[in-house]
């Protein structure tokens, strides 16, 4: 038996991140509708195969392209969930945004729940396979940083949408609810989506009642820190 002290130990073989960035820009309308479409049919794989089956080989096969030709536009199939991943979260900030033009000061705690869930749930369900794609980006190491950067941006603008309604609280606070809310609709969108229509209103009902706790408890707290 050897000596521990002389046994020498093998390095940990450190994974390489692949590159998530697009071969170039399509600018020709040509080039534009071949990378939409490579990101549609990507779509349908993800929700038809899976992540771990999924791979540029039949993603070209189901656009009709050679794998060389995929290669034009995305280096690997990370870079092509990275830009659906990219496209989602679009998509989120402009619903954030408009959020923010309501005239939040005014509105009943009802209506804004109502229409907060809404326009949320109507993203999610825009987008295909939103499941898988939001798994990806939490499990594939190129794409954590979308999942991060999704957190941060709801959380950010979800705590000055608060402050708006009427939550006297520091922002850290108000942050912290934010996590809360973003936890709890971010899943319960993700379930709802999978639903048939009358489990999915139900689903939908019971996130707006935990909402209206939630927020209904802190509208009526005035913050003493």
Same mark, same amino acid.
């Given at each position: 038996?050897?000596?521990?002290?002389?046994?020498?130990?093998?390095?940990?073989?450190?994974?390489?991140?692949?590159?998530?960035?697009?071969?170039?820009?399509?600018?020709?309308?040509?080039?534009?509708?071949?990378?939409?479409?490579?990101?549609?049919?990507?779509?349908?794989?993800?929700?038809?195969?899976?992540?771990?089956?999924?791979?540029?080989?039949?993603?070209?096969?189901?656009?009709?392209?050679?794998?060389?030709?995929?290669?034009?536009?995305?280096?690997?199939?990370?870079?092509?969930?990275?830009?659906?991943?990219?496209?989602?979260?679009?998509?989120?900030?402009?619903?954030?945004?408009?959020?923010?033009?309501?005239?939040?000061?005014?509105?009943?705690?009802?209506?804004?729940?109502?229409?907060?869930?809404?326009?949320?749930?109507?993203?999610?369900?825009?987008?295909?396979?939103?499941?898988?794609?939001?798994?990806?980006?939490?499990?594939?190491?190129? $794409?954590?940083? +979308?999942? !991060? #950067? %999704?957190?941060?941006? *709801?959380? =950010?603008?979800?705590?000055?949408?608060?402050?708006?309604?009427?939550?006297?609280?520091?922002?850290?606070?108000?942050?912290?609810?934010?996590?809360?809310?973003?936890?709890?609709?971010?899943?319960?969108?993700?379930?709802?989506?999978?639903?048939?229509?009358?489990?999915?209103?139900?689903?939908?009902?019971?996130?707006?009642?935990? $909402?209206?706790? +939630?927020? !209904? #408890? %802190?509208?009526?707290? *005035?913050? =003493?820190?």
């Amino acid at each position: 038996m050897s000596n521990p002290s002389e046994t020498t130990k093998t390095p940990t073989a450190v994974k390489t991140m692949q590159s998530v960035s697009p071969r170039s820009e399509p600018v020709q309308s040509r080039s534009i509708k071949r990378a939409q479409q490579i990101l549609d049919v990507t779509s349908e794989l993800l929700e038809t195969v899976g992540l771990n089956d999924l791979n540029t080989a039949i993603i070209a096969k189901e656009v009709g392209i050679s794998v060389g030709s995929l290669y034009h536009y995305f280096p690997n199939k990370h870079a092509i969930l990275y830009a659906m991943g990219k496209s989602w979260l679009d998509s989120i900030e402009e619903v954030l945004t408009d959020i923010q033009e309501w005239s939040l000061e005014e509105m009943p705690l009802s209506v804004f729940i109502d229409q907060v869930t809404d326009i949320n749930l109507r993203t999610y369900r825009q987008q295909r396979a939103v499941l898988r794609l939001v798994q990806a980006m939490f499990s594939v190491q190129e $794409l954590r940083e +979308l999942d !991060e #950067r %999704h957190d941060d941006m *709801v959380i =950010t603008q979800m705590a000055k949408v608060f402050k708006r309604i009427g939550l006297k609280k520091h922002v850290r606070e108000r942050e912290r609810i934010a996590r809360l809310y973003l936890e709890v609709t971010h899943s319960t969108y993700l379930v709802v989506v999978n639903q048939n229509e009358r489990r999915a209103a139900r689903t939908l009902s019971d996130l707006k009642l935990m $909402l209206t706790c +939630l927020l !209904e #408890r %802190h509208l009526n707290e *005035v913050d =003493t820190d």
